[in-house]
């Protein structure tokens, strides 16, 4: 753990002159009857003045950014919303969540609502403007104002519909404080009440309607210093020419990969975002040592647009927009000196799974497959030994899903639970057990790891994206893959399901069912393990019912091939399908794969055509007699050869 003076933070103490708005979201849900009620989230520097102070005002038109005046309604402060943010360890002198003149920088957040009409319409906007932006690194706030804006288009095709608006996840940085020069991962993640399609994208700050601001340069030169705190080698990395030098919608926050060696690098710039999971990653190049420094503070716009499937009158399917929500948030970058964010978790399957794991810079992906019990481990560690890490996670599968607490992940797809939290080797750990209903479905389970550093706490975001596609579990196999005809040879043939240890208090339970064939006694259909005696080369087919899952919804089926071959590889000349189990097919002892087996009858006419023959012919509807056959493996030779068929 590391304790060092305030002021290097470059934090300070700002002055109470006005509400600071530093961000905040517009959202809204569906009442019924045309009615929404619209929620703004405000997250506003605590050193300002209080919720009390700021009064918005809703606006909502049809008519975009064009006419106006337009109908306003007052949003209203909700009771016991505010929350204060904890970004500093408790241990330090001001405790966890200061707030208020004299103390450092931290932010506040809260909630206020109005209930409004909005009938049907190709695209209601939503907006309200606060003032008192403070200035920032990367945009000119000249105005100071911020402008929060969502859309509705509850009018589609010529159909009215209803729109919730996708909600953003509670473990979501709200202020994110991120350390200079170290790898960093944040989420605009949100969940989507009404199952619709989200895109997600970096949007512009805006200062009124269709009023962007302007984004300003990241350095005057194309220089960056990389030289070690307390170092005398110098090392810098060069922006090639050609490379902008202004900050843009996707490029918010400076952050460069390096290649080459000191004392020269190259720097590429190397800020990551993933549309599909909202996440964006990056590693601040620049800061501005000082005392609440404008230059370390970054407005970056993260939008989510909602897009519905509707079936049309004549069954065609036409996917349309329905509504889009900003999330404009401020990113304060800190020197964290010696403390280093926490690590990735890293993630391993129990033995004997099939699991797939892989992981990027900010998500952990898990592909695991429906009817097999599999356990997933993930080990959270700090590259500062001594700090303890604290895993939080949102409650997954609630009693009773809402807006605010939805499903995550269901108990019936898994389970995930978080055992020795709060020291230096928390480990997450995943239980897999999904049924054939949810296969292609895929499940995100955000993760919140903080460590105890003292003043600033290092937090690094992480998902879990979890996917389940379809399992093959049931195996069958034979003691004996090929016995000798006339042997009278038993051969034990085994069904297992294929699955890792034990995984949880008790072993999951199957059932089996073999398919009637030659040699099979139908009173050890239901066994797992039976014996046969095949008189020809016969195919055992099982299915194996996994009666630990919902009924009906895990069954597999397999099978296993055994041969019934003349023990001197010769063809035998004749065969009987007489309905006695003996000598039923025409048998081709020595058949490679790829193989192509023709038979004649005795003028010359074709009556079979087989690739990789089964030895399944049993004469079918030709006449007793004389037939030829011709063998072709898959090199082009050939052996020749004549067969009675006698009845």
């Not at 993930?378 to 500062?384: C, E, I, M, V, W």
């Amino acid at each position: 753990m590391l304790v060092f003076a305030w002021g290097w933070l470059g934090l300070g103490t700002p002055q109470a002159v006005a509400s600071h708005i530093q961000g905040g979201q517009l959202t809204y849900q569906a009442l019924g009857a045309n009615q929404y009620k619209v929620t703004l989230a405000v997250f506003r520097d605590c050193g300002g003045s209080s919720f009390a102070s700021i009064r918005p005002e809703l606006e909502y038109r049809t008519t975009g950014c064009q006419g106006g005046p337009w109908p306003k309604e007052r949003l209203t402060l909700v009771a016991g919303s505010q929350r204060i943010g904890d970004p500093y360890c408790a241990t330090g002198p001001f405790g966890a969540s200061p707030c208020g003149v004299g103390r450092p920088t931290n932010f506040e957040t809260g909630l206020f609502e109005a209930v409004v009409t909005l009938p049907p319409a190709p695209e209601w906007t939503l907006s309200v403007t606060l003032g008192a932006r403070p200035k920032l690194g990367n945009v000119d706030v000249g105005s100071e104002l911020c402008y929060f804006e969502a859309t509705l288009n509850n009018l589609i095709g010529g159909q009215a519909i209803e729109n919730t608006a996708p909600q953003n996840d509670p473990l979501n940085a709200v202020i994110p404080f991120v350390c200079w020069r170290q790898d960093t991962q944040l989420s605009f993640a949100t969940t989507e009440p009404d199952g619709d399609s989200l895109v997600y994208s970096l949007g512009r700050s805006l200062e009124n309607c269709g009023d962007t601001t302007t984004y300003l340069p990241y350095t005057a030169s194309r220089a960056i210093d990389l030289t070690p705190k307390g170092s005398t080698s110098f090392c810098a990395a060069f922006i090639p020419p050609g490379v902008s030098l202004l900050f843009r919608p996707t490029f918010p926050i400076a952050s460069f990969a390096y290649s080459g060696s000191c004392p020269t690098k190259t720097a590429t710039p190397n800020f990551l975002f993933n549309p599909t999971l909202g996440t964006i990653t990056f590693t601040p190049a620049f800061f501005r040592p000082g005392i609440n420094m404008a230059e370390n503070k970054y407005a970056v716009v993260g939008t989510i647009t909602e897009w519905r499937r509707v079936r049309k009158a004549n069954g065609t399917t036409t996917a349309y927009k329905v509504g889009s929500v900003r999330r404009d948030i401020l990113v304060i970058v800190i020197d964290c000196n010696a403390n280093l964010t926490p690590a990735p978790p890293v993630a391993t399957g129990a033995p004997k799974t099939s699991v797939r794991i892989a992981s990027s810079r900010d998500s952990t992906f898990i592909t695991a497959y429906s009817c097999n019990y599999t356990e997933v481990r993930l080990k959270f560690t700090d590259p500062n030994p001594a700090d303890k890490l604290t895993v939080t996670y949102p409650e997954l599968d609630p009693a009773t899903p809402s807006l605010l607490t939805p499903a995550y992940l269901p108990a019936g797809v898994a389970t995930f639970r978080v055992v020795a939290n709060e020291t230096s080797t928390p480990t997450g750990i995943l239980k897999i057990r999904p049924d054939a209903a949810f296969v292609g479905r895929t499940f995100r389970i955000p993760v919140k790891i903080e460590d105890n550093s003292c003043p600033i706490k290092g937090i690094t975001y992480r998902t879990i994206v979890l996917r389940i596609a379809a399992g093959n579990f049931a195996r069958a196999t034979a003691s004996a893959p090929v016995i000798y005809a006339g042997s009278g040879a038993a051969v034990t043939l085994s069904a297992t399901p294929f699955r890792p240890d034990s995984v949880g208090a008790s072993p999951a339970q199957y059932g089996y069912r073999w398919t009637a064939a030659n040699g099979l006694n139908p009173a050890d259909s239901t066994r797992p393990t039976l014996t046969v005696r095949p008189t020809q080369t016969t195919r055992y087919q099982v299915r194996v019912l996994g009666l630990s899952f919902p009924a009906g919804l895990c069954q597999d089926t397999a099978s296993v091939l055994v041969k019934v071959v003349v023990p001197d590889g010769k063809v035998p000349n004749i065969f009987t399908p007489n309905g006695d189990g003996l000598n039923e097919t025409f048998v081709i002892p020595i058949n490679p794969p790829g193989s192509r087996l023709q038979i004649f009858n005795r003028w010359g006419r074709k009556v079979r055509d087989y690739i990789d023959y089964a030895n399944d012919w049993t004469g079918d509807d030709q006449p007793a007699g004389i037939y030829f056959y011709r063998l072709t493996d898959h090199s082009g030779g050939q052996s020749k050869g004549w067969v009675q068929l006698a009845r």
